[in-house]
């Protein structure tokens, strides 16, 4: 696979806007808006630069300043916002908001973090949008301020109606036919720029690389493992690329959390996201570690899992993140890559857990994300793009051509592991299919993803033996 290392950027700026006039963005507005110094996702600051931007590619600042002064205010403004809704002022805040349950008096707690407060919210919201229980949820809060339950002359912050921040609907036919302007190399090009990437930092096999990490949310129960030294950007994507992607960072991780809650009788968040995304893997507990290993193993296997009398499914992909140590050739120090990961990831009793991600992302070829990383170009909205991915995730027509142009006779895993990380590789590369050629298809889908899964089977055989290092025959027919 060759492609050029640099490609014109003019050309492509200029293309891109010619193809995707209503959807592309300049990655470099958010600045020059002054969003790039606040704690907002890419899916936010594209969309609300997109809002602002006029028909020659600039950007109305002003404007945003005024919505951010409104809308989207720093920690700064609290007291000030405080003070407006104590005398009577409703407010609309866009944030990220989060719901608790109090262990004993069992109200609803809303955090607000830019207020840096808890206050109440309205039963009826939580019941129409679960997933403030789940965690953090981007979206527009009418707040105002009442009186507290039971407490004279006691005032709280109570949430009375919440709109969730989400994409317009989408037409993905019109995606897929502007896929045609575009060779591979350029597309490749677009693709990382809408990850946020500067092209020009990253080589062919890196972009590769950094596209492998989109899979899991275009192609249903795909699991995968990066691992690479802390810098590298593994979970840059997942934060700020989509809302249908849920990220923990560190903490204990409990099975009511991932599976299904008994006592709210709620399905866990691998019933409600595309990717769930274990972060930092060696700050990561798992409260009762051989019971959730059990279930992600039987999870992993068939999509299905068990809670006591519950029977639940999801097409959710599941992926681990975990920082190794290189050396100064830039490879893993150590031959077992899982040696410095916990006990359940480490060890003859965890290949059978292993064997069923179906591709190690090698990681440590990457380079450490700076500034100078960051597109500062045109490409397609974030909030766009996340969207799209999730509307190719249930498309049949790709899977039925990679199961139609590769035979195996061997194991089952290596093979389906194979045959989902292609197609995941072929929706993202050729959404729309008709441009694909079998040579293509061999160079930028299956081989990558035998790599990766050979990738696995090499660590499992150096934590068991028994383990043959290589991956059962796949071939293009």
Known sequence: MILSSEVNKEYIDSKIKQSFP?????????????LSGRVIP???SDWLVSRYSNADGGVDVSAIRKFIARYLPDKKQKESLLYELRNGNQLKILDSYSVKVHPTRGDLQLRIPSLDVTGRILDAIVKENPLLLMGNVWGSGTLTWMPQKNKKDQY??????FKPMQASLIDLNYFLNQRKDFGIEDWLVLLTRTMGYDEKKYSARQKMLLLTRLIPLVEP???????APKGTGKSYIFSQLSR???LISGGIVTR???FYDMNRQQAGIISSYDAVILDEIQTIKLSNEGEIVGALKGYLESGEFRVMGFHGSSDAGFVILGNIPIDEDGQPRDENCFLELPGWLNGQDATALLDRFHGLVPGWELPRIESSSLCQSFALRADYFGEVLYALRPRQKHIAFVKDHTESSGDLRDTRAVQRLACGYLKLLFPDIESITIDLFNDYCLKPAI????IIRKQMAILDPEFSPNITEIKIC
């Not at 209503?22 to 020059?32: E, I």
């Not at 709280?156 to 109606?161: C, G, I, L, Q, R």
């Not at 790599?451 to 050979?454: H, K, M, N, T, Y």
């Open 22 to 34: 209503d959807v592309c963005v300049h990655k470099g507005l958010a600045a020059s808006a002054g």
């Open 42 to 44: 890419a899916f936010v």
């Open 156 to 161: 709280e912050v109570v949430m009375t109606a």
């Open 221 to 227: 129960r795909v699991n995968i493992i990066e691992l």
């Open 244 to 246: 249908h992607a849920w």
């Open 256 to 258: 009511a959390q991932l």
């Open 451 to 454: 790599e990766l899964r050979s």
